[in-house]
């Protein structure tokens, strides 16, 4: 019968596709899934595929992976001190221009072969072919020449003297080191390595795109060899889950921004059956005000709105500790920093009161909002809505801020908007975070003086802006130590006397892990692994 | 029928071109672009200079309509474009995560298939009984439940707790338990009481009575002559809601730290990987004629009015 | 001569609000016998029909009295032994016979099952006899028949279909339900005409139901006439129609157009 025989081959179809499936549940034994944590391995979670291992690209390879397998030339240390690393010193010409570094001898890429001038010569020419791409960091395109003078120095001329190139050298990417096996036949690593060879510590072992990666400790490392002899990374993108697997005891370590939510990672914190450490402040939360907004414009309104907020329960109060309240617009364990001599604008309510009066803004009879000619004190406040904390500071301050008669709308959007908006000066006022370490001060500074990012604009009103972009300009190029520590004292002071920048907190970075894990250090670089000496007892 | 097939995919084109066009149309009106999208999760800053690069990259600096006309007469060639991200070809990418995901979403068809026919079934013969009960229950809680709080739920019972299964990942048959039964819970409720309706409006018909007169034993007419006319109408709702299963994977996929193409998708929309989001759309067009298709075979196989007249059912 | 079925006093009424359906229904059929239940839609011939062979809903109905089936009272039996009878011994034919055989079986599937469910037997055999039963019938093309899905045949074949599976099975009542209600004229005459001829060849006893007096004026041997679950006359059919005594009676031959005293042989 027609249909008999039809019914019959659908049926058989069906059954091979059960089968199938079932097979295919079979066919890759996930050896780690149910690997029980055991001395030697150290497992975290983490919430995206770690992408490829290639020093010299971005997205999706996240930072923490590069940095175990590529090492710089320079690293950034505690207080922002710069430290030799692959680069045993290095000498800068008076006129700022040109960078000798005398390399290490005794360093191995982990195939075995050297690491020398050359390579470090054909790494920075395949980063320069990209120089759009990463014209971000500041000395890139400002390369004009690149030497390997003998098999252990390699010379560096720029086109200008730019004194961040030091402390730029030091971050993740793209400025690493890629061994001669890894590079494709015309140098070109913007579309892919062909072997993952670097001088770190770690080898990328295994690979399971979205499931997990494993690193092997580098037989030829250089360094202080590393206590576990593997890493693991699983790959869970929900926190939630994040947290079941933390439990569970799947995985050692939950670290990361953003990684794990406060609420969690606060219960987990009161079981009292793991550990927690918090790092050093890593960058500044700050409110950014526009200050060609009429309302903002005028400096006594950016100073009430300052004495108008109780920051420290504001801080403490939403972050649960997680966050110190910060007097200043770059932490201070920054290079150039420490010793900045700023006002003072604690909590005072009545002083902002009155400051709101002298400008001009009354509370009219009956009323809650300031009027000034016949307008109501309104301003508007962007944050990213997917963040932590800032909803919660935003709600906060709109209520702080109506008792002193500031009506303050807030609006979340999601992180690329307010990166736009911030750039075409469509906000009242922005909820920012600077890049941190290593990127700063010279990032943050830089920022500010170029056009279209938004800073430049929102800082119109400042009656001192000539100069002061001037001198953001002249800072990176300053070739002496001394003036250069003095131009800081002054610029950094004055973008934040004058309240169209306002700190807030200071983030940190929290991790929390099972209680036999050891010697869990965040490193001073923000984007760095902090396994450098961790182990399992 | 192979000319019936091609009739039913070639009715989809328009739907496909009509899909491109919106999803063209909805980056052009986004407030950000891909570009800058690709900047701000990378952390850097964006300069003109990298934006234009990156924007020249992505095809973005081109008119919309040449954006558009550039989009479909690749699809038509069966180029799907690289991922803004990765910069790997979009085929590539989802030929890696489509098996995990047609694994987890298989398993949980036939989980919901091999729970909702013996429980509807049981529910339509016996109103109001046990099992009528059970069924009701399983509705509300399918239908009111979230996936992803039924997930933490699962994960925190049996994998944290109780230490039976794994807390996510793929591997073996162990792996596939809780995240097929999360996404098959809502399909069960659907299609238990669809069955169960089915039943209870099938035993009511003439013929049922018949085969009683004529002796035959209430369990066989129960469980071929009234099961085997109930069962299409759960067979269309079945491919109805092929839809459910496939957003269902999203949240599932994620929850469960499945390696699929749903959760993947979730990560190309918050990056705005746009060639890697037009694929999807693609394949899920794809995946709905296939199904719906297969459903139509599955019909004609069990009901043989169908392929002999094409008619009414009843 | 011995009735081969006998029922006295059957009575059906709801369980929940004790609506009588049926009330005190007494009748007996002999062998041979052709006894029409006559009535308007409504009146209870159905559920009578239905009780005899025990398939009404006992959760929503009760039942009493006595069904004598030769030397059993078929109230007393289980719900095992009451199939053998069904179909077995009482035989069924529905009102519509395009919805009486399940859509998604071949009329062979169906009609062998119904076979094997009563003889043990092979698939062959039982094939066989289905083949037999609907020659018997004059279906031609019996084999095609069996093959074919109750859609795709006639209301009168389907008819037929039903009489010659009754019969197959040789059972000692057959039960007709409006058995031409469905049908045209032509095919009317038809079935009446095999169920004379059953009548005549196996001797089976026939009740046979329905609201149309020329059938039953054609057919039945006795009349019994029924309105609200109750009979109110019962009588041969020449008296019936001749002398109809009910005013019940009169009324439905008047409205039927049939002239009290007009039956002629």
């Known amino acids: ?537 | ?314 | 001569m011995k009735p081969v079925l006998s029922v006295e006093r059957l009575t059906v009424e709801t369980i929940a609000d004790d609506t009588p359906l049926v009330r005190d229904v007494s009748f007996t059929l002999l062998a041979g016998q052709i006894v029409g239940l006559v009535g308007e839609s409504g009146c209870g011939k159905t559920v009578t029909s239905l009780a005899l062979l025990r398939l009404l809903d006992e959760k929503v109905i009760r039942q009493s009295g006595r069904i004598q089936l030769d030397e059993t009272d078929l109230m007393t039996l289980s719900d095992r032994t009451l199939r053998r009878v069904r179909g077995g011994q009482i035989a069924f034919i529905m009102q519509n016979p395009m919805s009486a055989f399940t859509p998604v079986y071949t009329i062979g599937h169906q009609l062998i099952e119904t076979i094997r469910t009563h003889d043990r037997g092979s698939k062959r055999e039982a094939k066989d006899r289905a083949l037999e039963a609907l020659r018997e019938v004059n279906l031609e093309e019996p084999d095609r028949i069996l093959k074919a899905y109750p859609f795709e045949l006639s209301g009168g074949m389907l008819q037929r279909v039903m009489i010659a599976l009754a019969v197959c099975l040789r059972p000692d009542v057959l039960i007709a339900d409006e058995p031409t209600t469905a049908l045209d004229v032509y095919n009317q005459k038809l079935v009446l005409y095999y169920l004379e001829k059953v009548r005549a060849t196996y001797g089976t006893a026939i009740l046979l139901i329905s609201h149309d007096l020329s059938v039953i004026a054609e057919m039945a041997d006795q009349v019994l006439v029924m309105r609200h679950g109750e009979i109110v006359e019962r009588a041969d059919v020449f008296d019936l129609f001749d002398r109809p005594q009910h005013p019940y009676t009169q009324q439905l031959l008047a409205q039927q157009g049939i002239q009290a005293g007009g039956m002629n042989a």
């Open chain 2, 1 to 314: 029928m192979g000319v019936y097939i091609l009739k039913r995919v070639g009715s989809v084109i328009p739907i496909l071109l009509l899909a491109i066009l919106l999803l063209t149309a909805m980056i052009h009106l986004s407030p950000v672009d891909p570009a800058e999208a690709y900047l701000a999760a990378a952390h850097i800053q964006p300069t003109e200079e990298v934006l234009t690069q990156k924007r020249a990259e992505f095809g973005l600096d081109q008119s919309f309509m040449t954006q558009y006309a550039t989009t479909v007469v690749r699809l038509a060639q069966f180029d799907f474009g690289t991922s803004f991200v990765s910069g790997k070809p979009v085929l590539g990418e989802v030929l890696l995560r489509l098996p995990a995901t047609l694994q987890l979403a298989l398993s949980s068809l036939l989980l919901a298939v091999i729970v909702s026919i013996p429980l509807g079934f049981l529910a339509g013969i016996r109103k109001n009984g046990f099992f009528d009960q059970l069924s009701r229950v399983i509705a509300f809680i399918g239908a009111s439940i979230p996936s992803f709080w039924l997930g933490y739920l699962l994960i925190f019972f049996f994998a944290v707790q109780l230490d039976l299964l794994p807390v996510g990942g793929i591997g073996s048959p162990s792996h596939v338990i809780l995240p097929a039964i999360t996404l098959a819970l809502p399909l069960i409720a659907l299609y238990t009481r669809l069955l169960r309706t089915s039943v209870i409006e099938t035993i009511r018909e003439p013929y049922v009575l018949f085969a009683r007169t004529r002796g035959i034993r209430e369990t066989v007419i129960l469980g071929k002559h009234v099961l085997r006319v109930a069962i299409p109408p759960m067979i269309t709702g079945l491919g109805m809601n092929l839809g459910k299963l496939l957003t269902g994977t999203i949240i599932v996929e994620t929850v469960f730290s499945w390696p699929g193409f749903g959760r993947y998708f979730i990560e190309a929309i918050f990056d705005r990987d746009m060639p890697i989001i037009q694929g999807y759309v693609f394949l899920a067009a794809l995946l709905f004629i296939g199904s719906s298709l297969l459903v139509d075979l599955l019909q004609l196989a069990i009901d043989p009015r169908i392929a002999r007249k094409g008619g009414d059912r009843r």
């Open chain 1, 1 to 537: 019968m027609n249909v008999s025989r039809r019914k019959k081959s659908i049926i058989q179809a069906v059954s091979i596709l059960s089968i199938t499936t079932l097979l295919f549940g079979c066919s890759n034994p996930n050896e780690g899934a149910d690997n029980t944590t055991d001395k030697d391995t150290l497992t975290l979670a983490w919430p995206r595929d770690i992408g490829e291992m290639n020093p010299h690209v971005y997205n999706p390879s996240q930072l923490f992976a590069q940095s175990m397998v590529y090492e710089p030339l320079v690293h950034y240390a505690e207080g922002g001190k710069l430290e030799p690393f692959l680069a045993k010193s290095w000498d800068i010409s008076k006129d700022g221009k040109t960078y000798t570094f005398t390399l290490r001898d005794d360093v191995k890429f982990s195939d075995g072969s050297a690491f020398d001038a050359t390579i470090v010569k054909k790494n920075f020419d395949a980063v320069i072919k990209n120089k759009a791409l990463h014209s971000w960091l500041g000395f890139i395109s400002k390369i004009d020449k690149t030497e390997a003078v003998d098999k252990q120095t390699f010379r560096m001329t720029l086109s200008e003297a730019y004194y961040p190139t030091i402390q730029e050298l030091a971050v993740v990417r793209p400025v690493r080191f890629l061994g001669e096996a890894g590079f494709p036949k015309n140098g070109d690593t913007s579309k892919g390595v062909e072997e993952e060879v670097g001088t770190g510590p770690w080898v990328l072992d295994e690979y399971k795109a979205d499931q997990y990666a494993t690193f092997k400790v580098n037989k030829n490392y250089w360094g202080p060899m590393p206590k576990v002899k593997k890493i693991k990374v699983d790959i869970i993108p929900d926190a939630e889950t994040r947290v079941l697997a933390f439990e569970k005891g799947d995985i050692d370590l939950i670290y990361g921004e953003g990684a794990i939510s406060v609420d969690a990672f606060n219960q987990l914190k009161e079981t009292k059956s793991y550990k927690t450490t918090m790092s050093e402040p890593v960058a500044t939360r700050l409110l950014i005000m526009n200050t060609k907004k009429k309302q903002l414009a005028d400096e006594r309104v950016r100073q009430a709105l300052q004495y108008g907020f109780d920051k420290k329960t504001l801080v403490e109060g939403i972050t649960s500790g997680l966050e110190a309240p910060a007097d200043f617009i770059l932490p201070p364990n920054l290079p150039y920093t420490s010793k900045l001599k700023v006002e003072k604008r604690d909590f005072d309510v009545e002083k902002a009161k009155t400051l709101l009066d002298e400008a001009g803004w009354k509370l009219p009879n009956g009323k809650t909002i300031r009027e000034k000619d016949g307008q109501p004190l309104q301003v508007e406040m962007m944050y990213d809505a997917a963040e932590l904390f800032q909803k919660a500071m935003a709600e906060t301050l709109q209520s702080e801020w109506a008792n002193i008669g500031v009506d303050l709308k807030i609006v979340g959007v999601e992180l690329p908007d307010q990166v736009q908006r911030f750039k075409d000066n469509k906000f009242d006022i922005n909820m920012y975070s600077n890049f941190g370490a290593p990127y700063d001060p010279h990032t943050f500074v830089n920022i500010i003086g170029t056009d279209g990012f938004g800073f430049k604009e929102a800082i119109s009103a400042y009656p001192n802006k000539t100069e002061l972009l001037q001198d953001m300009k002249d800072v990176l190029k300053t070739t002496d130590e001394t003036k250069r520590q003095a131009m800081y004292a002054e610029i950094l002071p004055s973008l934040q006397d004058q309240g169209a920048l306002v700190p807030i907190s200071y983030l940190k970075k929290m991790a929390i892990y099972q209680s036999d894990v050891t010697n869990f250090n965040f490193a001073a670089n923000r984007d760095e692994s902090p396994f450098a000496q961790i182990g399992i007892k």
